[in-house]
């Protein structure tokens, strides 16, 4: 009766013409969209996991980054009766961890390696609706599109990679008739924490060389990273850096100056600024030393001395 109850309830809300909830608007991509019935029972889609491999070695040194944030994120919610999922971005999971005790009860559930949870293949869940949304979400019990899926409750954020495209999804997922909705809400802050984290150690390996700079985030965004080369260039950016400084929503990052992207110095032009920057480096290097520093930048101590007071630059 339970699963009648609820198939009844995501029909009569996607037939009804005032339902512009985000919920209803994912039920209603399930059923029309993706041709799903929500009374279905026949348990996910799975891949070999010789498939599993190949999906995982595409991804490539990502994983090694984002592994030991699921095992840190594991230790603090497996013991509640939750497993860690990370998919791909179309939604397939590649990384799964729960406890022994818990592992047959997710096996049967498809909370395993190999499932498929993308939208299309299992309507409204926590991984595939915040692939297709590319946001934070909670997605709890009866909030699920099948009715077979209404015992859990899922967790889940997007990541993304360094060039700000969707690289995966990281999921909690729990098995626990006695989790409210609230500690699944306070989970969720944890999962959206530590899927910033991975973004932000996948941003920082991909720019070895260059300066990380960290600017304020937007409540509720990604870590908003830039990364400037020796030349001053932003030539990278996360996802929420993007779509803060206006750089275009993911790809390759026609590098631009930093001051012009964060708008500072704007009285002093591009030039001024760059050979300013050349002598406090030059200096600094050089622990205040100015002969050592004007041998540094090939040029004479008074012609430095020169430069420093046309550009403001004291001793000090």
């Not at 990502?62 to 603090?76: I, S």
């Not at 495209?165 to 306070?186: F, H, N, P």
Request: charged letters at 25%; glycine letters at 10%.
């Amino acid at each position: 009766m339970a699963s009648e109850t609820h198939t009844e309830q995501v029909l009569n809300a996607v037939g009804s013409a005032s339902g512009a909830s985000r919920l209803t608007a994912s039920w209603r991509r399930s059923m029309v969209k993706h041709g799903l019935d929500p009374s279905h029972h026949k348990s996910p889609r799975r891949f070999e996991m010789s498939h599993v491999a190949q999906r995982r070695e595409e991804l490539g040194s990502f994983l090694e980054v984002a592994t030991p944030k699921l095992d840190q994120l594991f230790q603090m919610v497996g013991s509640a009766g939750c497993c860690v999922l990370l998919t791909d971005r179309t939604g397939v999971v590649l990384e799964q961890r729960s406890k022994d005790t818990d592992a047959e009860t997710f096996d049967r559930w498809g909370l395993w390696a190999g499932a498929d949870w993308s939208e299309q293949s299992e309507g409204t869940n926590g991984i595939g609706t915040c692939i297709a949304e590319t946001r934070h979400l909670t997605i709890h019990r009866d909030e699920h599109f099948f009715s077979r899926n209404t015992a859990m409750s899922c967790m889940d954020s997007p990541i993304f990679g360094p060039d700000g495209e969707l690289i995966g999804a990281l999921d909690v997922s729990s098995c626990r008739a006695d989790q409210t909705e609230t500690y699944a809400r306070l989970i969720g802050n944890v999962v959206a924490q530590t899927a910033k984290q991975i973004e932000t150690d996948a941003f920082r390996m991909a720019f070895p060389k260059a300066r990380i700079i960290t600017a304020p985030e937007e409540r509720g965004g990604g870590a908003v990273l830039l990364a400037v080369d020796q030349d001053d260039l932003v030539i990278g950016a996360t996802r929420a850096a993007r779509r803060l400084y206006e750089l275009g929503r993911g790809g390759v990052i026609v590098p631009r100056p930093a001051s012009d992207i964060l708008g500072r110095d704007t009285g002093v032009s591009a030039l001024e600024r760059a050979e300013r920057a050349a002598l406090k480096r030059a200096i600094a290097r050089a622990g205040g030393n100015m002969s050592a520093a004007a041998r540094e930048l090939g040029i004479g101590r008074a012609t430095l001395y020169r430069r420093m007071n046309r550009l403001g630059l004291g001793e000090s």
